[in-house]
Every structure is written in structure tokens, then in C-alpha cells.
């Protein structure tokens, strides 16, 4: 079992540059949630997709945008880069109950110059 | 929303010395709440977790306690060694939204 994994792994980009990042889940795993993690501080959530569909969001724009799959993987979209999106994005994996451990990769680190 | 404060933000103990990091939640609704250590340039990774139902958990070194009425909850790592050492984030779940705390940096001190 490979678990979550992420691409890419570290991106530097423009302000003002769109941005996509990529998340496979963990084997079984059919929910996946995206965070959001600038430097010393706890994840904060950016949105959830379950069945192709965005099921919960986070206090964040429109700027950030996200994609399910048929084989469940996602991805995370940001328009218009800004030097405060610079952070560590993570992508977590679980099933859709409320309950229930969820599993995250390792996280794509996105600078912004 | 959900609120998470997490306490102390650094924590240095003595290798084999324990170690308590406590957090507090203000939404009763919130009824799972997993504790991840997160490693330098790594993502977090699930060390244990309690549902609502169960006030005390243990795995091996490692023990959560929960308090619902004071809508508390605490990680307790005995005999710490030194692999021990990183960022333990607690996180208190709604739904299937997880609210994190501000992370506590644990450093044993062989």
C-alpha cells in the first residue's frame, strides 16, 4: 500500500501564476480533503471531495479550486498566487464518515516569489 | 466554527521522563479527535485517535485522555526516547472537517 501520495514535491512559482497540485489516496479511500499549513503553524482546512463533488469548504477564496476523479485522486487548483499562499499543502485521505481516521501525504511545498 | 488551543507550544523533557500535551475544543458537536507528530519535511502521521464514546485510550507508550463535559482532551507519551522528538499537532473532528491545534514541538533530550 503506497498510502496518500503527492506531486509535486516543492514548486516555486510567480505571483500571479496559477498552480495545480496532485493527491492520490490511500488504497480503499474514496474521500479526499486538502489543508492548507503555513510555517509553525496546524493544518487549516482548504475543501473535501467525495463522488467527484466538493462536500465541505474552508474560510478560503474562490482562488482555490479542486478536482475528483473517477479513481478518486484529486487535485488542487490556486489562481492568481499571492506571496501568503506560500505554505505546505497536504492532501488526506479517508472514507466519507465523520468518525474515522484520515491519512495524509506528505505535502507539496509552494513557494511564491 | 470549531476553536482548538493546544498547550505548551514547546515541550523539552529528559529521555525516559513523560510527557502531557493538552488541548481544549469549544464545539460539544465535535466527537473524534486524532493526535498526529509530524516529522521535518514530512506530513503529519496518525499516532492515535479517540471517538466521543470513550473517555481513555491506550497504545503502548502512548495514552489519550478525553473530558467532554470540559471539553478537553490530553496526549501522555511515557518513557520518551529520542525518535520521539517532533511536532504533535492535536485535532478535534465535525463532521468530516478536522480543526487543528497550533502544535506543540517536543524535544527529548537524551
Known amino acids: 500500500d503506497a498510502g496518500v501520495t503527492q506531486s509535486p514535491t516543492h514548486l516555486i512559482k510567480t505571483r500571479g501564476q496559477q498552480v495545480t497540485l496532485r493527491c492520490s489516496p490511500k488504497?480503499?479511500?474514496?474521500?479526499v480533503s486538502w489543508y492548507q499549513q503555513a510555517l509553525g503553524q496546524g493544518p487549516q482546512f482548504i475543501f473535501q471531495?467525495?463522488?467527484?463533488?466538493?462536500?465541505q469548504r474552508g474560510n478560503f477564496p474562490d482562488r482555490f479550486s479542486g478536482h475528483q476523479f473517477p479513481n478518486y485522486s484529486s487535485e488542487l487548483n490556486v489562481n492568481a498566487l499571492l506571496l501568503g499562499d506560500s505554505a505546505l499543502y497536504l492532501c488526506?485521505?479517508?472514507?466519507?464518515?465523520?468518525?474515522?481516521?484520515?491519512?495524509f501525504g506528505q505535502g507539496t511545498r509552494l513557494t511564491v516569489v | 466554527g470549531e476553536n482548538v488551543e493546544q498547550h505548551p507550544s514547546t515541550l523539552s523533557v529528559q529521555e525516559g521522563d513523560s510527557a502531557v500535551i493538552k488541548c481544549t475544543y469549544s464545539?460539544?458537536?465535535?466527537?473524534?479527535f486524532p493526535w498526529y507528530k509530524q516529522e521535518l519535511g514530512k506530513g503529519p502521521q496518525l499516532i492515535i485517535d479517540?471517538?466521543?464514546?470513550?473517555g481513555e485510550k491506550k497504545d503502548q507508550r502512548i495514552a489519550v485522555t478525553l473530558n467532554k463535559t470540559a471539553k478537553h482532551f490530553s496526549l501522555h507519551i511515557t518513557e520518551t526516547q529520542p525518535e520521539d522528538s517532533a511536532v504533535y499537532f492535536c485535532?478535534?473532528?465535525?463532521?468530516?472537517?478536522?480543526?487543528f491545534g497550533t502544535g506543540t514541538s517536543l524535544t527529548v533530550i537524551p
Open positions: 464545539d460539544s458537536a465535535s466527537n473524534y
Open positions: 488504497s480503499g479511500h474514496d474521500t
Open positions: 488526506a485521505s479517508s472514507f466519507p464518515t465523520g468518525d474515522t481516521e484520515a491519512f
Open positions: 479517540i471517538r466521543s464514546n470513550v
Open positions: 485535532a478535534a473532528s465535525k463532521g468530516n472537517q478536522f480543526y
Open positions: 471531495y467525495y463522488e467527484e463533488e466538493e462536500r
